[in-house]
């Protein structure tokens, strides 16, 4: 699978081995005396990179044909950190490494004069590194940052654009995982499976009481607000339940709508009052900026539940916990909030009537995955000044 | 006046935690002239002959040998739900009763629900609810990762209405959808769904992601998860029970999920229900456990209600009763 030159100064390193860092340098600072290289690798043709064995049955991204580079460097890419906290996971470190030379934020000030040149793009991964303006200023030969997820709007566009740097996303590798937990919300909050969960766990119960209920998902109204990608797969995966689907979207996607029985509502309005469950799917932008505020959920059936996938700051947070205090709406399954993490004494924290996960919608194995290889293809394709697939422009 | 011409119709009680649904005894009552109980054992020798149906809700009235003794004119017990494990079938027989039961009421939820326990489980989304909300969270971890279900490989044990309305389900995530049964399904059944036949249950467990669990309980089917079936699952594999708590040998399982012989399991029943509070299962953080809600939702209770209430009329009529249990 992979397979690298490495540096005398290197042990030969095993995927997810849990090697400390070190081992994923090209070559430390300190130790090099002629500049820095990244060892080169020759690759055939076309590789196809397969997800982990066991996983997802075999959906792959292929990468760019990586060309046999006769003494010349790998280009670099800046991350963060190797794991830790914030940092890229190891095993998607070394998928960078296939075609890049791996420069840590930390590695970069400490030796920024020789570093800044190298590096052509960034990968952001969780949202860092911060991408500012400074930060810019400092790398005259950045080509493209080239985020890992599609939401980007922790980017400034306009000031990224101001550079002539690119951007990508990965709008593909995160579809079916944001689809699936999309689905999970809606499906546990509607059958209270955490309360129930806790229910059967906790030490107080001494029997299950027949008259618990939850609402049921079959058959039920599904809004979708957002019918992108994601939307889409939320879409089809509805339809298995018997779902009567409404979608509300800038455009009307009329191909796809007799697919998987979509009505389009052009007024969120009509949505909202028709659909025992809305979902969030659309990407933050000022436009969508507190899109659900008290308006909005007053307008919600009151057994109606809302589900985000989207970013916390579609939501109106305060005008979504008097809703949910007071009952105008039955409960909220939420996997992004806004900050992540809330507060901890934040109200919504306290309702029983909630479930808030920890933005996981691409927390699998498989999809971190497909995110960093789509990533890398998108990175590739502008270093190597080919056809970009997934560039993100400012409006 | 009209009460005295409706058939009586024994149940256990109305409300509280395991009685009657208090917003459905308006709607019996159109039909029954509904005896609790307690008003039965006040007036055994009048009211025993008058009885002709038992409304059995939630395994309550139990039905003994005594009861049946008593109740001469008894034609037949509707229970609800599905499962009938809890009933002596031939002891029924016996004294001429008949049964029924609401399968199809509870199908969709239930099937709805196997998802939801598949979802919940492979995104870890009760350990994630926990960690957003528990006041020692500070961050979000970047490594803190779950598994996916679109793509994976999902085995169906017992592919009757439940287990296939989830394999509807299934293929709609793109499922690679395994199936182990009595009797195959038609060709038509199974493309319909994208479900291959597993006539040897070993193959479905050795390549599953998911095994999903939706047979009845009956003595074949006790215990058809043990020690081996266990082992013969993928370490990285999860058990779906949505069937009843002594499918599984629960000390097997237990012992499976400590040594990582399975990744998790999360069970809507158990044995018993509920389980004792210092049972080893309750204290696993890969274990979602849920108080047997398969088919909690108002709508299916109201149906499985209305349904209850046509079978013993029909039973009462001398009419084909529908949802009847061949005894």
């Not at chain 1, 081995?17 to 070190?22: D, E, I, K, N, V």
């Not at chain 1, 990224?160 to 990965?170: C, H, M, R, S």
Request: glycine letters at 6%; aromatic letters at 6%; a neutral charge.
């Amino acid at each position: 699978m992979f397979r690298s030159k490495t540096f005398s100064l290197l042990k030969p390193i095993s995927l997810m081995s849990g090697q400390p860092r070190l081992a994923y340098k090209c070559i430390h600072p300190a130790i090099a005396s002629h500049g820095h290289r990244c060892h080169r690798r020759s690759v055939d043709a076309r590789e196809r990179y397969k997800s982990c064995p066991g996983s997802a049955g075999g959906r792959t991204i292929s990468a760019p044909q990586t060309k046999i580079m006769a003494e010349e460097e790998l280009p670099g890419v800046l991350i963060l950190d190797i794991g830790g906290t914030h940092g890229v996971l190891e095993n998607l470190a070394v998928l960078l490494k296939k075609h890049f030379c791996l420069i840590t934020m930390k590695e970069f000030l400490e030796n920024k004069k020789e570093m800044s040149k190298k590096i052509q793009s960034v990968f952001v991964f969780e949202c860092r590194p911060t991408i500012d303006q400074e930060l810019l200023e400092s790398l005259p030969n950045l080509k493209v940052i080239g985020n890992s997820g599609v939401g980007v709007d922790h980017l400034d566009l306009k000031m990224i654009a101001n550079f002539g740097i690119k951007v990508t996303n990965t709008p593909h590798a995160v579809a079916d995982s944001t689809a699936d937990m999309g689905m999970a919300l809606m499906l546990a909050s509607a059958r209270r499976l955490v309360e129930g969960c806790q229910i059967a766990l906790s030490p107080d119960t001494k029997y299950f009481a027949v008259d618990w209920l939850g609402v049921e998902v079959t058959r039920a109204t599904l809004g979708i607000i957002g019918m992108g990608n994601i939307g889409y797969k939320v879409a089809q995966r509805a339809r298995a339940f018997n779902m009567r689907i409404l979608y509300h979207n800038r455009n009307q996607r009329k191909e796809e709508e007799e697919a998987v029985g979509a009505h389009y509502c052009e007024k969120m309005e009509d949505l909202l009052q028709q659909s025992d469950f809305v979902m969030l799917v659309v990407n933050l932008t000022p436009e969508t900026h507190k899109l659900i505020g008290k308006k909005e959920l007053g307008l919600m059936k009151p057994t109606a539940t809302l589900i985000n996938i989207s970013r916390g700051a579609v939501i109106d947070q305060d005008a979504l916990v008097e809703a949910l205090q007071n009952k105008i709406v039955r409960a909220a399954a939420l996997d992004v909030t806004y900050p992540e993490p809330l507060p901890r004494d934040h109200p919504l924290l306290k309702l029983n009537n909630i479930i808030i996960t920890p933005h996981i919608g691409t927390a699998t194995v498989q999809a971190l995955r497909m995110m960093a290889e789509e990533a890398i293809a998108n990175m590739l394709a502008v270093l190597n000044g080919q056809p970009i697939p997934s560039e993100v422009f400012p409006k | 006046m009209e009460g005295q011409e409706l058939p009586y119709v024994l149940i256990d009680y109305i409300g509280g935690k395991h009685g009657v649904y208090e917003d459905h005894i308006e709607f019996l009552e159109k039909y029954f002239h509904l005896i609790t109980m307690k008003e039965y054992l006040e007036n055994k020798k009048l009211l025993g002959k008058k009885i002709r149906a038992v409304y059995m809700w939630y395994q309550k009235p139990v039905i003994s040998e005594e009861l049946l003794q008593n109740l001469p004119n008894l034609k037949i017990v509707a229970s609800s739900g599905v499962g009938i494990d809890h009933l002596d079938l031939n002891l029924l027989s016996s004294y001429g009763v008949k049964l029924s039961n609401t399968p199809f009421a509870v199908s969709t939820d239930t099937a709805d629900f196997g998802m939801a326990l598949m979802l919940a489980s492979s995104r870890r989304l009760v350990e994630g609810h926990q960690m957003a909300i528990s006041p020692d969270t500070e961050y979000f971890p970047a490594d803190w990762l779950g598994a996916e279900v679109s793509g994976a490989t999902l085995g169906i044990v017992g592919m009757g209405t439940i287990g296939y309305k989830v394999a509807q389900r299934a293929k709609a995530f793109e499922m690679k959808i395994l199936y182990h049964n009595r009797n195959q399904r038609t060709k038509e059944e199974e493309s319909a769904v994208g479900a291959i036949y597993c006539k040897k249950i070993d193959d479905l467990l050795q390549q599953s992601d998911f095994v999903l669990l939706s047979v009845k309980l009956t003595p074949q089917t006790h215990r058809l998860i043990g020690k081996r079936e266990l082992e013969l699952m993928k370490p990285t594999a999860t058990l779906i029970n949505i069937s009843r708590g002594l499918v599984v040998d629960q000390d097997a399982l237990v012992e499976a999920l400590q040594n990582k012989t399975v990744k998790a399991a999360a069970l809507d029943v158990t044995y018993p229900e509920p389980l004792p509070r210092d049972h080893p299962l309750l204290k696993m953080k890969n274990v979602i456990i849920t108080p047997h809600i398969g088919s909690a939702t108002k709508k299916t209770r109201r149906l499985m209600m209305e349904n209850m209430m046509e079978s013993i009329q029909a039973g009462l009529s001398g009419l084909p009763i529908p949802n009847e249990v061949l005894l």
